[in-house]
């Protein structure tokens, strides 16, 4: 890649997301000392399978009075506090500078397995094989009556989570989230300017260089983005062209398995402690005739910097000027390249 005489090891550059059409500053210069990634080390103590205060663990009562069945596998639940609503009244007058607009839809908690302390990066493919049937099942339900179904995660109390036991959520809305209209433009009006589908385009250079590739196999594809912003960012792709989550075939579903496995396991190694994320899917949306332009991909924005009590905070100049990173994308793919694939808690 031609930067003339910019060296992106050394100097301060910019970084443009072709996603969403914004920059990101990258400052290698501020991350020169040594990498100290493990000077920090939490013994995580072996977790319980049940706990009796756990409103999703199976047979305990949940926030809503419910009772949760004694499931053996994957569970989907409605959530108790749902974001969304299916009857939510429309508004009145519109008003140009105090707009506000419908919003209706649903909100669902997947379990990822009944035992209480374990994670998709202590589950077995397997296991989570039958996480990843889940996801499709519910966008294949819920795309019927919404135009938007996103599946994600918030893992651990630092990315917000308010409950241990290990789960996933699906909301799913009657419209085009913001940051899906940003991807969904941008990948139009690339399509349309390239004669390309962006993503495609990006997963084939990505393997030509191999520089910012965590893990791959005949199917998946993990890589830092050239333009990640978050420190130890993350997105998975596949390497054929794909719309949706319903459409990966039964291969490539044990195979996302499998790099699923993998990429949470080397997060959890890096600091030898249980890794937070947010991680989500993006895919085309429902209900439209044409998506040629979409290609099914997965972000993961883990917030740990360089060990487990230091995370990247929006600060002065990202909140009023731009995002901003000092360790480069390149650096932190080497990082989680040659973390082993085995946990470290069943090394």
């Not at 756990?54 to 108790?80: A, W």
């Not at 109390?157 to 433009?185: I, K, M, N």
């Not at 792709?237 to 949470?264: D, F, G, H």
């Amino acid at each position: 890649m031609h930067y003339s005489n910019v060296n992106p090891k050394d100097h301060p550059h910019r970084r443009y997301n072709p996603l969403t059409g914004r920059w990101v500053l990258v400052s290698p210069q501020c991350a020169k000392p040594p990498w100290q990634g493990k000077v920090e080390k939490i013994h995580a103590k072996p977790g319980t399978p049940y706990d009796h205060s756990c409103h999703l663990c199976p047979g305990n009562t949940r926030m809503d009075g419910n009772k949760n069945p004694d499931y053996t596998d994957t569970q989907v639940f409605p959530d108790d506090f749902p974001a969304l609503l299916d009857n939510t009244p429309v508004p009145g007058d519109k008003d140009n500078l105090f707009l506000i607009a419908p919003a209706r839809g649903t909100a669902r908690v997947i379990c990822y397995s009944p035992e209480h302390h374990k994670t998709l990066s202590t589950l077995t493919p397997i296991e989570i094989q039958r996480v990843v049937d889940t996801w499709i099942e519910q966008t294949v339900l819920l795309g019927k009556d919404y135009q938007w179904v996103q599946v994600f995660e918030n893992k651990a109390s630092a990315r917000g989570c308010s409950t241990r036991h290990p789960h996933g959520q699906v909301w799913a809305t009657d419209f085009l989230p913001s940051e899906v209209q940003t991807e969904d433009s941008q990948q139009k009006q690339w399509q349309s300017t390239h004669n390309t589908t962006m993503l495609i385009e990006y997963a084939r250079r990505e393997l030509q260089s191999g520089e910012r590739i965590v893990t791959e196999n005949d199917h998946w594809l993990a890589v830092v983005p050239h333009w990640a912003a978050w420190p130890f960012e993350t997105m998975l792709l596949p390497k054929r062209p794909v719309l949706r989550l319903p459409e990966l075939k039964r291969k490539e579903r044990q195979s996302l398995a499998i790099t699923l496995k993998q990429l949470t396991t080397k997060y959890d190694n890096l600091f030898e402690a249980p890794f937070p994320y947010s991680m989500g899917w993006h895919g085309a949306p429902y209900g439209r005739s044409t998506d040629s332009h979409w290609q099914l991909h997965a972000h993961f924005y883990p917030p740990l910097l360089n060990y487990t009590s230091v995370c990247k905070f929006t600060t002065g100049f990202e909140m009023l000027a731009e995002t901003q990173r000092g360790l480069t994308p390149e650096k932190a793919a080497e990082h989680l390249r040659d973390l082993s694939d085995t946990h470290s808690l069943s090394a």
